[in-house]
């Protein structure tokens, strides 16, 4: 990581993630807004990997696409036995 500013932001917001004031998604999301925003990010080649490896440890939950989300199968039930006479009595 080239930039001393994305440090200093890092560092900032992670003490924000672990004290659960900010969460790790919005973080990313600042993170994202700031390397748009920044000449020396954007000419950062090493980045990328170091991004990834930062989701990794604050823990970003996987994005659901519109691809996974569709079922194919029907659910299946496991208890799908009727309820005896006896049992409905009680």
Known sequence: MECPRLKSLL???????RSFTLSPVKMMELVERHIKQCPICQRDEDLPLELDQLREIVRVPHVITVKEEKVTEEPVYIYEEEISEEEEEL
């Open 11 to 17: 560092r900032d917001w992670y003490q924000q993630v």
